[in-house]
């Protein structure tokens, strides 16, 4: 598989390609996926990512957010890898941080457990929830262990049919292009338990698994369930 480093290299010419009308057209219709999603809709604390000029624009997303009266908390970097959110009140409350890029100025801190859906940016990602980052791991690091939904937005034309992941790499939840959702199937432990029983309960042999009544309950049981 081709390696993390010349996708992000691809990827980075095919965006600097992209008209710069042709960037704002894409840019809104994944604006417009995006708000007329029920995560969006329903979210009362929403983690936004503030995007640079190479990235889609959440600029609006986040004005959008702020009108409808959400919290909206934004990343800071700190040291190398270390990433917090912290809410803001308008766009005017963002000033150029460590790494060149918009930030908080404010100090009041959004803890993960308070945040209802996270939009995540990307270099690249496909459509079964796999994300490759420009190679900082700051995300991977601020998202790890947590439970809000995980939105990530993304060029139809940045998206790719697999990545190379590691252990580190975070699933997400929702993949958002320009035309579609994506929403991603993330088996919860009920769901896995069933597909222990569908598996045969760990037995080897189909044949010998499949004629035990409770593997055949359990198939009819998940296949309700999907």
């Known amino acids: 598989m081709t390696s993390k480093k010349a996708i992000r290299k ?105 945040i209802d859906l996270a939009i995540i940016p990307c270099c690249a990602a496909t459509t ?23 939105m990530v937005l993304c060029r139809q034309i940045c998206t790719k049919a697999d990545l190379p992941t590691e252990a580190t790499d975070i699933k997400m939840d929702l993949l958002v292009q320009e035309d579609a959702c994506f929403p991603i199937k993330n088996h919860t432990w009920d769901e896995s338990v069933w597909l222990f029983f569908l598996n045969g309960a760990g037995t080897r042999n189909w044949t010998t698994s499949w004629s035990l009544p409770w593997t055949r309950i359990a198939i009819i049981l998940y296949r309700h369930m999907l």
Do not use: W
């Not at 980075?12 to 999603?37: F, R, T, Y």
């Not at 934004?74 to 005017?92: E, L, N, R, T």
């Open 10 to 114: 691809e990827i980075a010419q095919l965006v600097k390609a992209m008209d710069p009308q042709e960037k704002k057209v894409s840019d809104a219709k994944i604006l417009h996926q995006v708000l007329g999603h029920p995560l969006f809709q329903e979210a009362k604390v929403l983690f936004c990512f503030v995007s640079t000029e190479r990235e889609i624009n959440t600029h609006p997303i986040i004005q959008e957010a702020l009108a409808q009266k959400k919290i909206v908390c934004v990343p800071k970097c700190f040291a190398y890898g270390v990433m917090k959110a912290y809410a803001i009140q308008s766009m005017d409350d963002l000033e150029p941080g460590k790494y060149g890029i918009l930030e908080p100025k404010m100090e009041t801190e959004i803890t993960p457990e308070k």
């Open 128 to 150: 079964d929830g796999k994300r490759l980052g420009y190679g900082g791991g700051f995300y991977d690091r601020y998202l790890a262990n947590t439970s809000f939904k995980k």
